[in-house]
């Protein structure tokens, strides 16, 4: 296939086959020859869109053929398909009818990047996490088993996804299903980062096994064309698991009890056709093993597919980014003072769960490979494996989104909180995060963390103050959490540098009247209000709260004194967060001021550009500033 080069923007006349795809159906009534010119035009649209709107790329790009198979064999919407994590959904929903919106993919009120039931009756479970598709799609075949319905379920899942331990819970209770249940193992040999660990090496094992591929295919032509050839291959088939224990030891699918059918080539789509129609006959739960390649089409990303996982907008002729990077984010400075505290201290040791790019913690890797632990897609065990090397007498940092810490709550509480390790968790993407959606939306930290005993929380209002928190968790002997938001990291109130002391806030401007108590990224917009609110003759102060967990009581009796409103500014949802424990505070005091709370809503977040985002709930600063001139009058 042709390395995909063209700059234009995307016109849909120009792609002649997927103009008639209106349904799955249409993708049935091609001709086979034409299969490989659809795979061509749709990977022409996902580039050109991708390029303009941002996404994930490289992980799509490796899926075309793989989506096209699924959908001449299988029958959507009424079979399902369950897209785990849902980063190679474009071309399922360009072949079901969404092509007419897909230039808005990813943008606010537009077509989410991710599977959406509300969105297309085709989309049959909402995904955005990982290792989550086996699960939902075992339960979707058991409720068709119990309500005495007749279609098919197809979980598809990658390589990288299979890291997760709930990935393997469910292949171990689906592996009892009497009824017939697809799994497709989507392996590409890289997750978001290069895959690690134990899994990787034997999905290796088995892509390497050349023997058993050629006695298979050798056989299978040998038979193709006898009489009573099916008949014979379906007793193969039910014998081949003691030779392919011979040929491939351990054979870890079929030990558990799933049907395994493959490796099979994922660009080949009429090899994968097939072998999907293979196992639509099987009586149980099978697995067929597909190998792709990620960023396939489009040279750049098959040279970097981790720099095309959820990429930036870019130049199509070059692949390199459309807005050059002017300053640092704050992932940068988590990575810069990473890898000097690990020059200063030898017991500093760091993790994080498939996402050594994505954290900043790639520097670290190299300077200190023996100290750097990347677990996989394994939150769960990055929080309890960190605890232990706590326990050893190290210092372990882990760094991992917002989002997907949610997973390990179990593991913070009981193996890291009860214990009072000294565990230091970086906490990346906190905040809204725009176009990923729903699922990536840091937006509950605050509050799960909160609800944990021993457990400290810290957010930076500049990149000078995380490179100041960082030093001081990384010598804080308890749990604590550092959390920080995506994108470009705040530059401004250099002169305003208090050491950082433990459960204190800072004053940035003491007057009278209002009082803005800000939280990590919200101290900026405090400062755009609080000039508006100077120029309109109010007098206005600033307070950086710097911890979440403790709350400063001292500084909040001191402000209630002198100032009659007091707004609490987070970018975190209203239950159980920073402005909860003020308020709470404040209702014991004798003389109350009045009081603001500026949050998110007890709702989840779409996706959509950042600062439309932040407009549509009510966290800019013009909406702020409205609110508290009208509390004034």
Known sequence: MQTILQTESIDFMKHELLEKIKSPVDVKNLDEAQ??????????????????????????????????????????????????????????????????????????????????????????????????????????????????????????????????????????????????????????????????????????????????????????????????????????????????????????????????????????????????????????????????????????????????????????????????????????????????????????????????????????????????????????????????????GLKPVVAIYSSFLQRAYDQILHDVCIQNLPVVFAIDRAGLVGSDGETHQGIFDLSYLSSIPNMHIMAPKNKWELSDMLKFAVGFEGPIAIRYPRGEAYDGLKEYREPIRFGKAEWLYQEKDIVLVAVGSMVKTAQGIRENLKNKGYNCSIINARFVKPIDTEILCQASKTHSLIVTLEENVASGGFGEKVREYLDYLVEKPQILNITLPDDYVEHGNVDILRKEVGIDAETIQNRIEALLK
Request: charged share 25%; net charge positive; proline share 3%.
């Open 35 to 392: 299969l490989p010119q659809l795979a061509e035009e749709v990977r022409d649209v996902i580039v050109s869109t991708v390029s303009q709107n941002g996404g994930h790329l490289a992980s799509n790009l490796g899926a075309v053929e793989l989506t096209i198979a699924l959908h001449r064999v299988f029958n959507s919407p009424q079979d399902k398909i369950i897209w785990d994590v849902g980063h190679q959904v474009y071309t399922h929903k360009l072949l079901t009818g969404r092509k007419a919106g897909f230039e808005n993919l990813r943008k606010y009120g537009g077509m989410s990047g991710f599977p959406k039931r509300k969105e297309s009756e085709c989309d049959s479970f909402d995904t955005g996490h990982s290792s989550t598709s086996i699960s939902a799609g075992f339960g979707l075949a058991k409720a068709r088993d119990i309500m005495n319905q007749d279609h098919t379920i197809v979980s598809v899942i990658g390589d990288g996804s299979l890291t997760g331990g709930m990935a393997y819970e469910a292949m171990n209770n689906a592996a009892r299903s009497k009824s017939n249940f697809i799994i497709v193992l989507n392996d590409n040999n890289m997750s978001i980062s290069e895959n690690v660990g134990g899994v990787s090496k034997y999905l290796n094992n088995i892509r390497t096994a050349d023997k058993y591929l050629d006695i298979k295919e050798g056989i299978y032509n040998t038979l193709k064309d006898k009489k009573m050839a099916d008949t014979i291959v379906e007793s193969i088939r039910r014998a081949k698991s003691s030779v392919k224990q011979l040929v491939i030891p351990g054979m870890l699918f079929e030990d558990m009890g799933l049907t395994y059918l493959g490796p099979v080539d994922g660009h080949n789509i009429n090899a994968m056709i097939r072998v999907f129609k293979e196992a639509k006959r099987c009586k149980s739960a099978v697995l067929v093993h597909v190998m792709t390649q990620k960023g396939k089409g489009f040279l750049p990303a098959e040279r970097h597919p981790a720099r095309f996982h959820g990429a930036e907008p870019f130049d199509i002729e070059t692949g390199l980014p459309s807005h050059k990077k002017e300053k640092s984010n704050y992932t940068d400075v988590f990575s810069t003072v990473m890898c000097k505290l690990g020059d200063r201290n030898e017991k500093l040791v760091a993790i994080t769960a498939a996402m050594p790019d994505g954290t900043g913690l790639k520097r670290f890797r190299n300077m200190y490979p023996d100290r750097f632990f990347d677990v996989g897609i394994a939150e769960e065990h990055a929080v309890t494996f960190a605890a232990g090397l706590a326990a050893g």
